[in-house]
């Protein structure tokens, strides 16, 4: 999803004004941890990435080009940050932990967001085992933040054949998650 | 997965299928239970996909994480100053502590002493071949009797000018247009160099009467 910054406010931050970046990161903050929490899976660390985005953002605002859009220019920091955080992940094979009930109890008032994202987190911690983190990359950016494949190639600094490639096996692999995913549970539903 | 119908059930699903197919298809679902099975799961699959793209994710609390970000931003440039600073004493108390430093430093002090010893050398001499040109001068002219003694006791105000009187004396002067050159440059680089002794000289040829006053310093 694209989204516009006011020019000024740009120019501000360039010049150093750390108020102006405050507003910044208000403007832009919901949209850099949406991407995280789709690339990554988990709340915390989408939390932490986007905080790294935005002290990166900061420190490279001078090398940013007024010709280049803000947005394209975020997203390519933050999809960074987040790959390198996935591939560090699988190195590690880190296991994803457990959500705590006593902390994320759901209220009256947000059951249903809660289920939501936790159906969202699901979804994506379940397509981030069977994907490259290039494929899950471009699986969010082009199905669900609908930006163009120029954008994306822009973002990630591949070719559009190799967006195609990658969004097409994507797909093939998030189906095939899914079937297997419905199998397992029919079977469980089966077996009690 | 069995039938062979799957790949157009896809299609079907993407709505990609024209009406001669797709009535086959829509014939071929009435009798096949693995297809409905298939394009089932393609429904389900199709509006879960839905609801994620829908699903906005939103920050807990904005504005703690901004104001953490901008302490983070901070923090960050303190160390960065810290870290800068403690390499730059580092990297002189390196300089300072190589052997070819400290003679560097022995050397350029011992040169900018022997530059300046030799500066002072040369104006004082200078000084006081002016002063002695300029004296042999007035003393000539006055006493007619030039030495090198009488001109340092003219100059330290030990030595009497012995005219008929002061309104010659300052008449000499006055004639001899070279020394009151000499004169001025004198003073000047006392003025500049020695002020204490160009106050000194000052008083004393004023108090003698012996400064001209067309001379400007």
């Given at each position: 999803m694209s989204f516009?910054?006011?020019?000024?406010?740009?120019?501000?931050?360039?010049?150093?004004?750390?108020?102006?970046?405050?507003?910044?990161?208000?403007?832009?903050?919901?949209y850099v941890?949406?991407v995280a929490?789709k690339l990554?899976?988990?709340?915390?660390?989408?939390?932490?990435?986007?905080?790294?985005c935005?002290?990166?953002?900061?420190?490279?605002?001078?090398?940013y080009?007024?010709?280049y859009k803000f947005s394209t220019w975020l997203y390519k920091i933050i999809a960074n940050t987040c790959l390198d955080?996935?591939?560090?992940?699988?190195?590690?094979?880190?296991?994803?932990?457990?959500?705590?009930?006593?902390?994320?109890?759901?209220?009256?008032?947000?059951?249903?967001?809660?289920?939501?994202?936790?159906?969202?987190?699901?979804?994506?911690?379940?397509?981030?085992?069977?994907?490259?983190p290039k494929?899950h990359a471009v699986f969010v950016l082009h199905?669900l933040e609908e930006l163009s494949q120029e954008e994306i190639s822009k973002i990630l600094g591949m070719p559009k054949?190799r967006i195609?490639?990658n969004l097409?096996?994507?797909?093939?692999?998030?189906?095939?998650?899914?079937?297997?995913?419905?199998?397992?549970?029919?079977?469980?539903?089966?077996?009690? | 997965?069995?039938?062979?119908?799957?790949?157009?059930?896809?299609?079907?699903?993407?709505?990609?299928?024209?009406?001669?197919?797709?009535?086959?298809?829509?014939?071929?679902?009435?009798?096949?239970?693995?297809?409905?099975?298939?394009?089932?799961?393609?429904?389900?699959?199709?509006?879960?996909?839905?609801?994620?793209?829908?699903?906005?994710?939103?920050?807990?609390?904005?504005?703690?994480?901004?104001?953490?970000?901008?302490?983070?931003?901070?923090?960050?440039?303190?160390?960065?100053?810290?870290?800068?600073?403690?390499?730059?004493?580092?990297?002189?108390?390196?300089?300072?502590?190589?052997?070819?430093?400290?003679?560097?430093?022995?050397?350029?002090?011992?040169?900018?002493?022997?530059?300046?010893?030799?500066?002072?050398?040369?104006?004082?001499?200078?000084?006081?071949?002016?002063?002695?040109?300029?004296?042999?001068?007035?003393?000539?002219?006055?006493?007619?009797?030039?030495?090198?003694?009488?001109?340092?006791?003219?100059?330290?105000?030990?030595?009497?000018?012995?005219?008929?009187?002061?309104?010659?004396?300052?008449?000499?002067?006055?004639?001899?247009?070279?020394?009151?050159?000499?004169?001025?440059?004198?003073?000047?680089?006392?003025?500049?160099?020695?002020?204490?002794?160009?106050?000194?000289?000052?008083?004393?040829?004023?108090?003698?009467?012996?400064?001209?006053?067309?001379?400007?310093?």
């Amino acid at each position: 999803m694209s989204f516009e910054v006011p020019y000024q406010l740009i120019q501000s931050v360039k010049k150093g004004d750390k108020q102006a970046f405050g507003r910044l990161i208000d403007c832009c903050s919901p949209y850099v941890y949406a991407v995280a929490l789709k690339l990554i899976g988990d709340a915390d660390d989408a939390n932490d990435a986007s905080q790294e985005c935005f002290i990166k953002v900061w420190g490279k605002m001078n090398t940013y080009k007024s010709h280049y859009k803000f947005s394209t220019w975020l997203y390519k920091i933050i999809a960074n940050t987040c790959l390198d955080k996935l591939r560090k992940r699988r190195r590690e094979n880190q296991i994803f932990e457990q959500r705590d009930p006593d902390i994320h109890e759901p209220t009256q008032n947000n059951v249903e967001v809660e289920f939501e994202e936790k159906q969202f987190v699901d979804f994506v911690r379940t397509i981030s085992g069977g994907l490259s983190p290039k494929q899950h990359a471009v699986f969010v950016l082009h199905d669900l933040e609908e930006l163009s494949q120029e954008e994306i190639s822009k973002i990630l600094g591949m070719p559009k054949g190799r967006i195609k490639s990658n969004l097409y096996y994507a797909r093939k692999s998030i189906r095939q998650i899914l079937q297997t995913v419905d199998q397992e549970k029919n079977t469980s539903s089966y077996e009690l | 997965m069995n039938c062979k119908q799957l790949q157009k059930i896809e299609n079907y699903h993407e709505g990609k299928l024209q009406t001669e197919e797709l009535n086959f298809v829509k014939k071929h679902l009435e009798s096949c239970d693995e297809c409905r099975r298939y394009l089932d799961e393609l429904k389900s699959q199709a509006l879960l996909l839905s609801r994620i793209k829908n699903f906005k994710p939103t920050l807990i609390n904005p504005v703690a994480f901004r104001n953490e970000v901008l302490d983070q931003i901070q923090s960050k440039r303190n160390r960065y100053l810290v870290v800068r600073a403690s390499r730059f004493v580092n990297s002189i108390i390196f300089i300072l502590t190589q052997p070819i430093t400290r003679y560097s430093f022995i050397t350029a002090a011992i040169v900018i002493f022997g530059v300046f010893i030799f500066q002072q050398t040369i104006i004082v001499r200078k000084i006081e071949s002016l002063e002695k040109r300029m004296g042999s001068n007035i003393v000539a002219k006055e006493s007619g009797r030039p030495g090198r003694k009488n001109v340092d006791a003219f100059f330290k105000g030990r030595m009497e000018v012995q005219s008929d009187s002061d309104e010659a004396f300052r008449e000499l002067l006055g004639n001899y247009r070279s020394l009151q050159i000499r004169y001025t440059v004198l003073l000047k680089m006392l003025k500049e160099k020695y002020p204490a002794t160009y106050q000194e000289i000052l008083k004393e040829l004023e108090e003698a009467e012996l400064l001209p006053e067309n001379i400007n310093i």
